[in-house]
Every structure is written in C-alpha cells, then in structure tokens.
C-alpha cells in the first residue's frame, strides 16, 4: 500500500479524466475510421488507455499496479500501407484527419504525464506513471507510422 496525498490524489484523477477522454474518442475514432487496419489500431490504443484508467483507479486505492517498463509497441510497429491503388480520396482525408488529432491528443496526454509524475514522491508511483508516459508516446509513433506509410500529410 502506498499513501497518496491530497495533491497527489488530485492529480492521478486529473489523469484519469485524460485518460477516460481518450478512451471515449478512441471509440469515436474506432467507429469513424475508414481502414480497418485503422480501426483495430484505434481498438487496440482504446484498450490499452483503459488499462492506464484503471491503474490509476488502483493508484487511488493506494495498490501500485506492476508495471512493464521494456516496452517497445511503438518501435515494433510495421504497418502496411493500405491505401494504394484505387480508393476513395474522402476516406484517406478522413482517416488522416483522425490520425493528426490523435497525435495531438497523445502528445497532449504524454506531456501531462512528464509534468504530473515528478509530483510524486514515492518511486513505484513515478515509474508506473513513466510508463503510461512512455505508452502514450508509442500510440503517437504507431499512429505517426501508420499516416507515414499511407502517404497522409
């Protein structure tokens, strides 16, 4: 069990309203997406934001969650380009459109994180929100990988 301030419980719920914010436009970008390579990309990031939401749910609790500090999702990602050939031009500009604004959001998230972990005195809690840290940053470089590949400015 570890004891979480008043300042410290404030910030892991401000953390957790980012990461419910993102959970909910990951399904709208889920639902919205043309691909579907871009679609179970957007499922998968969704998913993996509802795990940050509940590690802090377990941060508030006062239990440190364990956390997987070799994580290379970003770097090991290899999409294929998927739109080449005959397509709608709409649908590219749509998913490129989802695509930037999800950067945005990530980087907006994964700045949070860097600002808010060093609030923290106790160790565990500052590398389990490095982590987060450092998984928002690979839902960025997937979904950056992704729009590189397929040619989306």
Excluded at 48 to 72: C, F, I, K
Excluded at 82 to 88: A, H, K, L, Q, R
Aim: aromatic share 10%; hydrophobic share 30%; charged share 30%.
């Amino acid at each position: 069990m570890v004891n979480i301030s008043e300042k410290e419980r404030y910030l892991l719920k401000d953390l957790q309203d980012q990461e419910k914010l993102c959970i909910e436009k990951y399904g709208k970008y889920e639902s919205s997406a043309k691909d579907t390579v871009l679609k179970n990309l957007f499922g998968s990031i969704k998913q993996e934001e509802q795990t940050h939401y509940d590690s802090l749910g377990q941060l508030l609790s006062g239990n440190v969650p364990a956390v997987n500090s070799a994580d290379n999702a970003g770097k090991d990602y290899k999409p294929t380009a998927t739109y080449t050939g005959s397509f709608e031009q709409s649908d590219k500009d749509n998913d490129a459109f989802l695509c930037t604004d999800a950067i945005s959001t990530e980087k907006y998230v994964a700045s949070a994180y860097n600002f808010d972990l060093f609030q923290f005195g106790d160790s565990d809690v500052r590398k389990l929100l490095n982590d987060i840290q450092t998984e928002e940053q690979n839902h960025a470089e997937k979904i950056w990988k992704y729009k590189t590949v397929n040619q989306m400015s």
